[in-house]
């Protein structure tokens, strides 16, 4: 099973192109749908036409983000088959249950529904209307549900067993795979980040129109709902993030060196807060990884284990291997898994020619050495680590901005309620300037999750080099660039076009 | 319940599932036949919009539909989803281009700021609506004539030939079949318009729409049905999996599976030709959308029972015989088709509230006043 090493570079790259500017569509549709639903609620209880006005202009820049958000999901989706074909056989079993389950429940409520929210509003009774925004929120939530359970058994993949005979891995219990650890806070994490942006966003507009001293009523409003969701959605957040952490020590040690920069494990070991990691260290050379740091002792221990006598493994532990905290070392890991592939091979060669002793033994030898199988397919110990700076940082970054999102929703929100608003004309600007903070937050979480996992498209199974489409790297590398080019384009046009409903907002009052 | 059934049972039921996603995917590409309609039925800006918003509440429904039926083929038939998608990646790429610009097309179309112009847009239209159709049309075909693919020992997939997909283009029946249905979806689209918009200039047109797209439908659809039923196709043996030509074998499937094929495809006739008779000369035309476009739906179906049933190669490899693919050695694991099929419990649910929701949002067909007046139109 030889791949050009091009085309895996090409492919990963065009999957995180995608990846990455439909994650720029995402958390919002994910939030405002919910802010809207909320403001409509409002509107249906109060009668107030001012809240109807406030519902469908959000509602609008809502449609304007959402379309794009389905136009990138849906390369992504099929991307898995044209890019990602191995991968597509190797764990289709498990993997695309979720998908199908994903269209079946989440997509057609959205797609339905949608409909009568936007064209709906001379045509059906106000509940009916209300109710629909409210499944449009919920349908767009679980679709991000059944990606995510998708996403977190790439993370740690449980409920499965590779049958030989097939060459794949085969679910054997959909309870596990739901119930997932990793998928459960991966989702509720992911999904309150997109609360928390669309928070942000909402913030931003109506901070504009406050500084701008325009529809002072609408913006003020529009500004008390979003910073009380954003307060919510944030506090949660940050006790999801611990979560999260909690299930990364557990099951990607190696992704929990790199987010904090351990290369030497220990126990008690303190967490980084502030860190600028030394260019030139290399594995081994027992030199300081940081050039300077600030650190609050034993906490990683802490928050990782719950527990401040753990010990957490370091990159070094993780690759040379570590016998008095019972860690295997990467060479031997490595060393296993050739057997299970030669075993592997032999199985099926011997199956061919007719040979059911040889077979009988082949599938002996890969059943000692299948928990190895991924291992098999890399080629030196130290690939078995993620690229350590990049994950660091990212990690930092989103931790950090995590907790000013949360300062800002206080501040913002305290000020709103006790008196004017209108001038504090810093935090305002401050509200602008955190919106594209906010979607840097959202780039460097998935960074962090998906950078963190290499070498692994299934932890511990099944390595990106061995996963892509048979194809030749200048097909993918020509898509590459044309997916790049449209979506530039388009997402050119999105913001034009969110700029311009933003600032014509006032004019419509007549004929709405 | 699904736990008694056999691996071969439970195959048989995803690929039925798999037809009827199909089917309903062709049903719904009115909405793309309709984009092509675009200039035809409305030469000026206002109707345009009419045209345009008549068809932006069901866009995406029939997306929706393709996606899933991505899924379900990914869910059930691992092993056609990555031999195909992975294999013939210039198709399905330029497939999945045709529809990225269809999701922003609608929603940017007419909105300020929107850097290409509203005619860009409706360009992303009208290739949608021509070029996404032939092209999958094009890819259904190879389920028929086959594809240049080889599958190893251990399931990987690789591919013959450079043109990674693009040769299906050149086999008649493939282009044929794209052809028959891009007039199918315009054909339904004229039906649809007649009951969808209250405007009599643009029901006039779509009048005058139902009958040219018949006479060009027609003859292809005769031309492809005789091709069909003449053609050679590859069967397998289900206790060995060897895999061997035989000459009429899609005749054959029709005669073997009265209830898979022949019924649907009598009544999915008949549905169109009647729906067709009940437009032909415009009116209140009631019924004539429904009774074709079920009529289609129900054609889609037979066709993907023709493909795969009857121990015929779901996927046949035009490059070596033995590595095609069939409802047996591409499917999903027992376990997973079983935990599918309690899932595939809710789809009667999902498609009766959107016919609910269909039939609210329709009671009253859709005027140029309204477009204008609603200041979220499209």
């Not at chain 1, 190797?90 to 339905?112: C, K, R, S, Y």
């Not at chain 1, 529009?222 to 557990?250: E, I, K, M, N």
């Not at chain 2, 797209?213 to 003859?219: C, G, K, V, Y």
Request: with cysteine; aromatic share 14%.
């Amino acid at each position: 099973m030889s791949v050009d090493a091009a085309v895996v570079e090409w492919s990963r790259a065009q999957f995180a192109l995608t990846a990455m500017f439909h994650w720029i569509f995402v958390p919002l549709t994910l939030g405002l749908s919910f802010i809207v639903a909320i403001m409509e609620s409002i509107y249906v209880r109060t009668g107030d036409p001012e809240w109807k006005r406030i519902t469908r202009f959000w509602m609008k820049l809502f449609a304007v983000n959402f379309a794009i958000g389905v136009a990138t999901g849906l390369i992504l989706e099929f991307e898995f088959g044209t890019n990602w074909s191995n991968y597509s056989w190797m764990v289709g079993d498990i993997f695309g249950a979720p998908l199908a389950i994903e269209g079946i429940f989440a997509f057609f409520l959205e797609a339905t529904f949608f409909a009568v929210m936007f064209f709906g509003w001379e045509r059906v009774s106000k509940r009916f209307h209300l109710t629909s925004t409210w499944l449009v929120a919920i349908g767009s939530n679980l679709s991000a549900l059944w990606i995510l359970v998708a996403n977190g058994w790439m993370q740690h993949p449980v409920g499965m067993r590779f049958n030989i005979e097939t060459a794949r891995n085969e679910m054997v219990d959909f309870w596990e795979v739901l119930l997932n650890p990793n998928a459960v806070t991966k989702f509720l994490h992911t999904v309150s980040s997109g609360y928390v942006l669309a928070a942000l966003f909402v913030i931003a507009v109506s901070a504009w129109f406050i500084l701008k001293k325009r529809d002072l009523r609408f913006a003020k409003r529009s500004l008390l709902v979003a910073a009380s969701f954003g307060l919510l959605s944030s506090g949660y957040l940050v006790l999801l993030g611990d979560g999260s952490a909690f299930v990364v020590a557990h099951d990607q040690p190696a992704k929990l060196a790199a987010m904090e920069g351990v290369y030497d494990g220990a126990s008690r070991k303190g967490i980084v807060l502030f860190g600028v990691l030394d260019p030139d260290k290399e594995l081994g050379d027992g030199k300081d990884p940081f050039i300077i740091k600030i650190e609050m002792s034993q906490m990683l221990s802490l928050l990782g284990f719950h527990d401040i006598d753990s010990f957490v493994p370091g990159a070094e532990d993780l690759v040379f291997g570590n016998a008095e905290h019972g860690i295997e070392s990467a060479a031997d890991k490595l060393a296993k898994g050739k057997v299970a592939v030669d075993a592997l091979a032999a199985f099926h060669a011997a199956r061919k020619r007719g040979d059911p002793g040889a077979a009988d033994q082949a599938r002996a030898d890969f059943d000692a050495h299948a928990d190895y199988l991924g291992y098999g397919y890399l080629d030196k110990p130290e690939d078995i680590l993620p690229p350590i700076p990049l994950t660091f940082y990212s990690f930092h970054i989103m931790v950090g901005l995590g907790f000013w999102f949360v300062l800002l929703f206080v501040v913002l929100l305290w000020f709103q309620m006790t008196g004017e608003i209108a001038d504090h004309k810093n935090w305002l600007r401050l509200g602008i300037l955190s919106l594209p903070l906010g979607y840097l937050a959202e780039q460097t979480g998935w960074i962090v999750a998906e950078v963190g996992r290499q070498p692994w498209a299934i932890q511990d199974m099944l390595p990106v080099g061995v996963a892509t489409s048979d194809l030749d790297a200048a097909s993918v590398s020509v898509t590459f660039w044309i997916f790049l080019v449209l979506f530039t384009a388009l997402l050119i046009a999105e913001v034009r076009i969110m700029l311009g409903q933003i600032r014509r907002h006032g004019e419509e009052v007549g004929h709405v | 319940m699904f736990e008694a059934m056999s691996h071969d049972t439970l195959r048989e039921y995803w690929w039925f599932l798999v037809s009827v996603l199909g089917g309903l995917f062709v049903m719904l590409t009115f909405v793309q036949g309709g984009q092509t309609l675009l200039y035809t039925l409305a030469p000026d800006s206002r109707r345009r919009d009419l045209v345009v918003n008549a068809l932006g509440r069901k866009w995406e429904l029939t997306f929706t539909t393709l996606v899933t039926f991505g899924g379900a083929l990914f869910a059930a038939f691992p092993l056609f989803y990555a031999t195909s998608f992975g294999g013939a990646y210039w198709v399905w790429i330029a497939i999945l281009l045709c529809f990225v610009l269809q999701a922003v097309a609608y929603e940017y179309r007419k909105k300020p700021g929107n850097v290409f112009g509203p005619k860009t847009f409706e360009i992303f239209l009208l290739i949608n609506g021509s070029l996404g159709v032939i092209l999958l049309g094009a890819a259904v075909g190879t389920l028929f004539t086959g594809a240049p693919f080889t599958v190893d020992a251990t399931h990987l997939s690789h591919w013959a030939g450079p043109a990674r997909g693009l040769e299906a283009a050149l086999v008649p029946f493939n282009v044929l079949f794209g052809l028959m249905w891009f007039f199918l979806a315009r054909l339904l689209a004229a039906l649809y318009f007649l009951r969808a918009v209250d405007d009599d200039d643009v029901r006039a047109r779509s009048v005058r729409q139902v009958r040219l797209n018949t006479l060009l439908f027609l003859p292809l659809f005769l031309a492809v049905a005789a091709l069909l039923l003449t053609m050679e196709g590859a069967g397998y043996d289900p206790a060995t999996g060897a895999v061997a030509l035989v000459p009429y074998k899609y005749l054959d499937n029709l005669l073997a599976l009265p209830l898979r094929a022949l019924i649907p495809l009598v009544l999915g006739v008949a549905g169109v030709l009647y729906g067709i008779a009940r437009g032909w000369r415009g009116g209140e035309a009631r019924g004539a959308f429904w009774s074709a476009a079920a009529g289609s739906a129900l054609v889609g179906i037979a066709l993907f029972g023709l493909a795969a049933l009857n121990d015929t190669t779901l996927y046949t490899s035009t490059a070596d015989l033995q590595s095609s693919l069939t409802l047996q050695n591409a499917s999903g694991s027992p376990y997973t088709l079983t935990v599918m099929s309690y899932v595939s419990l809710a789809i009667p649910f999902v498609l009766a509230y959107i016919a609910w929701v269909w039939r609210q949002m329709g009671r009253r067909p859709l005027g140029v006043d309204e477009v204008e007046r609603d200041p979220m139109s499209y």
